[in-house]
């Protein structure tokens, strides 16, 4: 499989010339499988150059959301294959009260938004089921991890190769000394053994202090979180939109220092690809 980051910052979109480099998109992650199917992973503003890098006869694109707030579908309505009448976008979000298209069309309706979510002509929803289920050659498990609401991460398999994505995701909620063991540490199941892991790293430790409870995980938790789970890479992502390039350089330079993981890290960056298998 190959995976494409096309937005990688977290809360709020945030362009401009001090997040250049790694990107002022919200979260939107690509994943390609060798057979064409084509997963989009949460519809940040990051979608919309997804949308238009797609051939227009691609025929079927499966948009999986890992929760509901705006950062993550944002994007949605600036998705240009929603509105190909030869494509089938097939949208998969977790299950909630009042269910996924009622949610959605909250937002895809006046005033928030001039179209309205039924006037989309070839949407098929889904509400995620807990546990596994197929998509093209993709094996996919959707499991609730630690974020206010209802959120998941995916763990997706091809063959002998695994993908592990946990955007927003506070796994030291509650922890007195991060991480605890394996069965009691949210998410582990998700990314163990995984060949890569793209998981949250918005906050620095002063900053994670002052947002205990707000779903994301400061540099060392995310460093901890991998070597726990026994990743093959790691892809910080979701950063701050109040950190600039050269902030996150600097922070994350720190954390590996203080960390010494086993494994590569990579810092989350518009554009970059990765080759797994």
């Known amino acids: 499989m190959n995976v494409t980051l096309w937005g990688t910052r977290g809360s709020l979109a945030s362009p401009g010339a001090d997040t250049a480099r790694y990107g002022g998109n919200t979260a939107c992650v690509e994943v390609r499988g ?26 079927r694109v499966d ?10 579908i944002q994007g949605l309505g600036f998705f240009e ?8 976008v097939h949208l998969w979000g977790p299950a909630t009260t009042l269910g996924l298209r009622s949610r959605l069309a909250r937002y895809l309706s006046p005033p928030l938004f001039p179209v309205h979510l039924r006037e989309i002509p070839r949407l098929v929803l889904h509400d995620l089921p807990a546990g596994e289920f197929q ?7 959707a499991g609730l991890v630690c974020h206010p609401g209802s959120t998941v991460g995916f763990r997706i398999a ?25 069965e009691w540490t949210s998410g582990y199941a998700l990314a163990a053994g995984a060949d890569l892991l793209v998981h949250d790293a918005q906050y620095t430790a002063s ?10 995980s400061a540099f060392e938790h995310a460093l901890a979180f991998a070597t726990l789970a026994a990743v093959k890479r790691l892809v910080l992502f979701h950063h701050d939109p109040g950190h600039s390039d050269a902030d996150i350089d600097r922070l994350v330079r720190d954390a590996i220092a203080a960390a010494r993981p086993a494994y590569p890290v990579t810092i989350g960056a ?8």
């Open 34 to 59: 060798s057979d064409g199917t084509v997963l989009v992973l949460d519809a940040g503003t990051g979608i919309r150059r997804l949308g238009r890098a797609l051939p227009p006869d691609i025929g």
């Open 63 to 72: 948009v999986l959301l890992t929760h509901l707030h705006m950062d993550h």
């Open 81 to 88: 294959p929603l509105f190909a009448p030869e494509t089938e």
């Open 135 to 141: 998509i093209g050659a993709f094996r996919i498990c």
């Open 158 to 182: 091809t063959g002998q190769t695994t993908f592990a994505y946990l955007p927003d995701h506070e796994p030291a909620l509650g922890v007195g000394r991060f991480p605890l063991a394996p």
């Open 207 to 216: 900053e994670y202090a002052e947002r205990v409870g707000w779903g994301h």
């Open 270 to 277: 518009e554009g970059a690809s990765f080759a797994l298998g």
